[in-house]
């Protein structure tokens, strides 16, 4: 059996492609819908609105389930990485909580309609688990565990996982899933063409024209003229509320092997960054396999990509033993400014045109609410997490509107973090922690080090004026734009920046 590295990449999911082949759009229409995108969140939007008596097209520029879907890991879970502190400190306990419910029960939703269609997709119940392998990241679980008994999310903080992977300490969220994605959307695409929706692949969006009867322009000049239109193409191919400021993209790595030691089931993400791994199991021709994938960088920042492979092998060679060698891709996924994705209107102005994206890895459940979410606006009923995931939230207030219109460039990432969170005092931060914290009603970047000092920065960066973050991993702040890296007194590590933070002085020493 094979143990090398396979030479094409190729997933899992697609050998073989289960869709069916659907044609080009070859005439103008008139339809309820046009939805873009036929991944997790066109696919399952679709669906919805179909079920709802709507007239949808699905359109894709490529073929169906051949985007980021196709190339994903699919666990469903409500536990995406270290999130519940940084949500409470920036959004709130009462959102923080509606973000782990909307996740939970879009993996309800999942789960019922596999049950209810009789999908036979390989789903799975399982924990999910968080560890870190570096003793001084246990502090982060720790927080994070705090988080969710704050938030009453179910889980716990462990020092022993069910598999031994060097690890420090662990939390665990129980009861979470994985499946086969292309299974799933098979069935609801399925279903979608026997409620009468249509689909056409090979056809790029390439222009909307706004109005109350809006009209999707494709690459050939075809028109669809519709009542709503629903962006799911992953970065916005319509781009009226300055995303291209306020996405970035982020890659992983991705193998599938036979192990030669029993896996013992679970579903695994490291924290340790650089260095991330994660680890599914899946069953391939009835045999046990497991995933494993990691070594996330930001797009356009990786070392030669072989190299990613090579350490995900290693890593699994030291981990289980690896019997064969099955396959191997990489994808990348989008993430927003606050990490929490934009779903719902594209703006305020655009009542007709929808978005969903930015899902920062975490777009099996994300999809599913954004599809719930969308589906309850265009039906006019009232969705509990509207607020929470509306892209306009960084433009709510009107003079940040208008700073955005003369300077799109940088606008968007600029304002975003300057407003409308909450963030720490400089006071409350521990030894050896960096946070976003607020100063004479400033974002800045705070940091106290191991000998109880602050080091306080302006957080916006020299290079386009985005907002940079912590790295807590690193103990540098990161702009989340161009990928430019300070320390904690501000010099620049890395560029494109070459103007170092500004330091901000504290009236009083704050310990
Ligand atoms: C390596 C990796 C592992 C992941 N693992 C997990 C996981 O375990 N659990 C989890 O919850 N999430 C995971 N994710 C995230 C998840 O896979 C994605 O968030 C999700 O698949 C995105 O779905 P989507 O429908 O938004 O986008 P996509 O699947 O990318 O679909 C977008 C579609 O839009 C089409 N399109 C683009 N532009 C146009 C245009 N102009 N006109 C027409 N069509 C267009 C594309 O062809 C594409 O088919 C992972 C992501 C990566 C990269």
């Given amino acids: 059996m094979n143990s090398q590295i396979p030479i094409y990449p190729e997933?899992?999911?697609?050998?073989?492609?289960?869709?069916?082949?659907?044609?080009n759009l070859k005439e103008d229409l008139k339809t309820d819908v046009v939805v873009v995108g036929a991944g997790i969140a066109g696919i399952t939007t679709a669906y919805l609105l179909a079920k709802e008596g709507k007239n949808i097209i699905l359109v894709d520029a490529g073929r169906v389930g051949n985007g980021t879907t196709g190339h994903t890991t699919a666990k469903i879970t409500a536990q995406h990485d270290v999130i519940y502190d940084e949500l409470i400190q920036h959004f709130g306990t009462a959102e923080a909580e509606s973000y782990y419910l909307a996740n939970m029960s879009a993996k309800k939703f999942i789960e019922n309609t596999i049950h209810q269609l009789a999908i036979d997709c390989d789903f799975k119940q399982e924990d999910a688990y968080l560890y870190t392998i570096d003793d001084a990241n246990k502090a982060k679980l720790e927080t994070e565990a705090?988080?969710?008994?704050?938030?009453?999310?179910?889980?716990?903080?462990?020092?022993?996982?069910?598999l031994e992977l060097g690890e420090k300490a662990g939390l665990v969220m129980p009861s979470q899933a994985r499946f086969h994605p292309l299974r799933y959307l098979q069935k609801l695409l399925d279903e979608f063409v026997s409620l009468g929706g249509k689909v056409f692949e090979n056809t790029t969006v390439v222009d909307i024209e706004e109005g109350h009867h809006p009209t999707v322009i494709t690459r050939e000049n075809l028109k669809i003229t519709c009542q709503d239109v629903v962006l799911c193409t992953h970065f916005p191919c319509y781009d009226k509320g300055a995303f291209f400021a306020r996405l970035h993209a982020d890659r992983s790595y991705v193998l599938a092997i036979k192990p030669e030691k029993v896996y013992p089931g679970g579903m695994y993400l490291s924290i340790d960054s650089p260095a991330t791994r994660s680890l599914r199991e899946v069953t391939i021709n009835g045999e046990q396999h497991v995933l494993v994938g990691g070594q996330s960088h930001k797009t356009g920042k990786g070392v030669c990509t072989?190299?990613?492979y090579e350490v995900l092998e290693q890593f699994a060679r030291d981990t289980f033993g690896i019997k064969a060698y099955l396959y191997r891709w990489s994808a990348q996924d989008l993430i927003t400014l606050d990490k929490v994705p934009y779903i719902g209107r594209m703006t305020e102005k655009h009542r007709n045109i929808y978005i969903a994206t930015g899902f920062r890895k975490w777009g099996m459940s994300h999809s599913t609410i954004s599809a719930l979410l969308i589906t309850d606006l265009i039906m006019e009923r009232p969705n509990p997490y509207e607020k929470l995931y509306t892209p306009s939230r960084f433009q709510a207030d009107p003079s940040l509107r208008n700073a955005v219109v003369q300077n799109l460039d940088v606008a968007g990432t600029l304002l975003a973090g300057k407003v409308g969170l909450t963030f720490k005092e400089p006071k409350d931060l521990a030894k050896d922690e960096g946070a976003v914290v607020m100063v004479d009603g400033q974002r800045c970047g705070g940091y106290r080090d191991s000998d109880g000092d602050l080091h306080i920065v302006d957080s916006t960066c020299t290079h386009m004026g985005c907002e940079v973050e912590w790295n807590h991993g690193d103990r540098t702040w990161d702009c989340p734009c161009h990928g430019s890296r300070f320390s904690t007194d501000g010099e620049v590590i890395e560029g494109p920046a070459e103007r170092p933070l500004g330091k901000v002085a504290l009236e009083v020493e704050q310990r």
């Fill in 146 to 162: 705090k988080a969710y008994q704050t938030l009453g999310i179910k889980g716990s903080y462990m020092d022993k996982l069910p």
């Fill in 11 to 23: 997933p899992y999911w697609r050998d073989p492609n289960p869709f069916p082949e659907f044609p």
């Fill in 306 to 308: 072989m190299q990613h």
